[in-house]
């Protein structure tokens, strides 16, 4: 009984911390939105009463109220991004890095809309213009920025829909190379190997298929056991009795009463060791 006690206190202490740190999260993004909607609406107010009042004053042109607004948006557009980025970083350790990934990379998609529409207005520019009166220079940029622009969709789908997510260990078919998923940005997905090398595959690649990537089930789903575990592993030789200290892709570590022992998982999964774990929780 008290042990289902203790499990329900722990249980309950994780939900409870789990909802303090979204709240503060929540907390801290409602703040910055808060701060650049006042800073976004002080600093267009304040440069349209210097066009109003001061402009004519000094000799300016209505184009230089233009540049100016324009540096003014892209300075408060990178300062809006540094925010969430910092705000992100200083929760890395509380929230999971898939869904700070995909926070940092919706939030800059958003802003990025949102600033490019104010710059469009306030240059007077419409939309279908740019397409239809670029002629040949509209269709250049276009082909040089398709892969830049697929790479960016392609990001955005593997945040919300592909199964493979930051800290998953996944395989590459095409390349025969084993790693696990350290980074999915805008444009490319970045892969530690098993030899702690960089592999970088641009997101189209995935999304199209191009590189075949298979998913390796994680080792406490497939292990019967997990850290901290007191065990007891025998076979017709061998008998360990211990805690887990220790699980890596390819071993498990055990510490039998003073010493150390390494048995490689594929003896696990090959059923070469009768397990039997103490079902009560270690403290």
Not at 72 to 82: D, E, K, N, R, S
Not at 107 to 124: G, K
Not at 239 to 264: A, M, R, S
């Amino acid at each position: 009984m008290t042990t289902k006690q203790n499990d329900h206190r722990e249980n309950t202490s994780k939900l409870q911390s789990h909802e303090l740190k979204q709240k503060s999260l929540r907390h801290e993004f409602t703040n910055l939105t808060i701060k650049a909607i006042i800073v976004a609406i002080i600093a267009w107010i304040s440069l349209s009463i210097f066009e109003i009042f001061v402009a004519p004053v000094m000799g300016l042109q209505h184009i230089h109220i233009q540049v100016t607004k324009t540096i003014v948006t892209i300075i408060l557009v990178l300062a809006i991004i540094t925010a969430i980025r910092r705000i992100l970083k200083r929760f890395s350790t509380k929230i999971p890095a898939q869904f700070s990934a995909s926070i940092s990379f919706f939030s800059i998609i958003v802003i990025a809309l949102m600033a490019s529409i104010s710059l469009l207005y306030e240059w007077n520019i419409e939309p279908q213009e740019i397409l239809v009166g670029g002629g040949v220079a509209a269709i250049i940029v276009g082909i040089g920025v398709s892969t830049v622009v697929g790479n960016i969709f392609s990001g955005g789908l593997m945040l919300t829909t592909f199964p493979a997510k930051i800290g998953d260990t996944i395989m590459i078919v095409n390349d025969n190379i084993r790693g696990k998923v350290e980074e999915i940005n805008m444009l490319y997905t970045k892969i530690i190997t098993d030899h702690d090398t960089e592999y970088i595959v641009p997101n189209n690649a995935i999304i199209q298929g191009n590189v075949r990537i298979i998913k390796e089930i994680p080792l406490n789903d497939r292990l019967p056991y997990k850290k901290g575990d007191k065990v007891e592993l025998k076979n017709s030789s061998d008998k360990y009795t211990g805690i887990i200290i220790k699980i890596t892709p390819e071993f498990t570590t055990i510490l039998d009463e003073n010493k150390e022992v390494t048995i490689t998982n594929n003896s696990i999964f090959d059923g070469k060791f009768v397990i039997t774990k103490d079902s009560i929780k270690q403290s």
